[in-house]
């Protein structure tokens, strides 16, 4: 929620290196988030077995997808924005 937070903030004052700098720190997120998964994914295989351990991924992987679509529904994007403004 930060990181969408400090990009929001970031477009009134958006340079290219600001711009790397905010997609390099949505990778480095993205990275590990997945290690997590991977770590918990597992967890669960070894607790239970590799189907169960699947599901738990999926449902993960849908959720996270789902939460930032509709973070990003309601944040414009930088693109949106510089049209917005030019109108």
Known sequence: MKLYEKTALSYSKMTPERADSLANQYFTNRMEQE????????????????????????????LLTLVRAQIMQQIPTYGELQTMTKK
Not at 43 to 56: D, H, P, Y
Request: aromatic share 22%; hydrophobic share 30%.
């Open 35 to 62: 290690k997590k998964l991977e770590t918990y994914y597992k967890k669960i295989k070894k607790a239970t077995n590799a189907t169960t351990a699947f599901q738990f991924y999926q449902a993960e992987v849908y």
